[in-house]
């Protein structure tokens, strides 16, 4: 008698977009697509499978295919957006203060409609750093493309540290993060020159930062879409390594996760 186990939730993470370089040589002359291994670790952590969504083109320039975005938000339990490129200015009605804040609008493109998908499909999203920025801009939001320039008064929000620079949060008085975490203060980590400027539809502001820059996000009509500023995924190697006072990133992870598990798809694959 065959014994039949429930498969593995089957969490997808969006790519990072690596174009061609005109004046390289070898791999980059290709276009890349790649994740950073944090987060797929985090997740992995409680036994999930991780697959990464790569960027879907009907008029490809090897083969075509039928395959669409859409298939993944059916098949797979959950999303999560990764962290990564400024997301391009254009996509808010705006134009680059500066060159180097033009961001990926390529990836923006793909990543919108990846995320459209899941909303429609009702399916858990957790969006990370640049993923939350997007989150806010695909529901009709905007960003300050610059918190040092435009908002000089605030603390400061990136540095050279990078995974080690940190800064106080404030959970909102009816958040979800309140629930999972309680009223204390907590330190996240902050790896961002970019912020939520207006909120887009349907979102409420989980936490703030002292100076007031949003650090969290929450879709109030869909079961589970959480945008976090800060990286979940570094605060675990962090703790690990004699940072306590950090915000433990795994009751996230288990609400993230426990939502996916609500929806788990009854499709084994063949």
Not at 65 to 83: E, H, P
Not at 162 to 175: E, P, V, W
Not at 182 to 199: E, F
Request: hydrophobic share 40%.
């Amino acid at each position: 008698m065959t014994n039949h186990h429930p498969r593995p939730l089957l969490i997808g993470i969006s790519a990072r977009l690596f174009h061609p370089e005109p004046s390289a040589t070898g791999i980059r002359t290709k276009t890349l697509q790649y994740l950073e291994q944090s987060a797929a670790h985090w997740l992995m952590s409680r036994d999930v499978l991780v697959l990464m969504i790569p960027t879907v083109l009907t008029d490809g320039p090897i083969l075509s295919s039928n395959i669409r975005l859409r298939d993944y938000a059916r098949y797979l339990d959950g999303l999560v957006l990764q962290g990564g490129a400024d997301v391009h200015p254009g996509a808010y009605g705006e134009t680059a203060l500066q060159p180097e804040w033009a961001g990926d609008a390529v990836r923006d493109a793909y990543e919108m409609e990846l995320l459209h998908e899941f909303l429609e499909a009702k399916k858990p999203i957790l969006a990370i750093c640049r993923g939350c920025q997007l989150l806010n801009v695909a529901l009709g939001g905007s960003l300050y493309q610059d918190i040092a320039t435009q908002l000089p008064d605030a603390e400061t929000h990136v540095s050279a540290a990078y995974d080690q620079h940190s800064h106080l949060a404030q959970f909102g008085a009816d958040s979800w993060f309140r629930q999972w975490y309680g009223d204390s203060p907590a330190r996240i980590s902050s790896i961002h020159h970019q912020a939520i400027k207006t909120l887009g539809k349907d979102l409420q502001i989980e936490m703030q930062a002292d100076d007031g820059i949003i650090e969290a996000v929450r879709h109030r009509e869909h079961p589970f879409c959480v945008g976090v500023q800060w990286h979940p995924e570094f605060h675990l190697f962090q703790k690990q390594h004699g940072h306590d006072d950090w915000l433990d990133p795994q009751p996230l992870l288990e609400a993230f996760l426990a939502a996916a598990r609500h929806n788990h798809s009854t499709i084994t694959p063949r």
